[in-house]
């Protein structure tokens, strides 16, 4: 099914790593849009890293670039997330989001505005402890 659900969230200290999945069969849609997003309390949504399925590009957030890294796994229908050097201010509820009519610019837009996303999870929640 289309419609994202995530795992893998939880509680770890400063400088550690998690890793998010996300189910998904947009995953393995041959124009498709896959998102990670996050949001804190009090603050907008956030996003986090997209990848575009009709070519496999990644983008990312510049708070996250060097340290997240996005992959898919076909086989198994999966987005990833992992997640490493984390520090407090990645504290957030993270959710994951797909759009199944995408094209490699959208995915790259949409990673600031969020609007062609039209399926999102319940999201899972990252903490981060300094």
């Known amino acids: 099914q289309v419609q994202p659900v995530e795992s893998g969230g939880g509680s770890v200290q400063a400088g550690g790593s998690l890793r998010l999945s996300c189910a998904s069969s947009?995953?393995?849609?041959?124009?498709?849009?896959m998102g990670w997003f996050r949001q804190a309390p009090g603050k907008e949504r956030e996003g986090v890293a997209t990848?575009?399925?009709?070519?496999?590009?990644?983008y990312y957030a510049d708070s996250v670039k060097g340290r997240f890294t996005v992959s898919r796994d076909n086989a198994k229908n999966t987005m990833s997330l992992q997640m490493n050097n984390l520090n407090a201010e990645d504290s957030a509820m993270y959710y994951c989001?797909?759009?199944?009519?995408?094209?490699?610019?959208?995915?790259?837009?949409?990673?600031?505005?969020?609007?062609?996303?039209?399926?999102w999870g319940q999201g899972t929640q990252v903490t981060v402890s300094s």
């Open positions: 989001a797909a759009n199944i009519f995408a094209s490699s610019r959208t995915c790259y837009e949409d990673l600031v505005e969020g609007k062609f996303f039209t399926r």
């Open positions: 947009a995953v393995t849609y041959s124009s498709a849009c």
């Open positions: 990848v575009y399925t009709g070519d496999g590009s990644t």
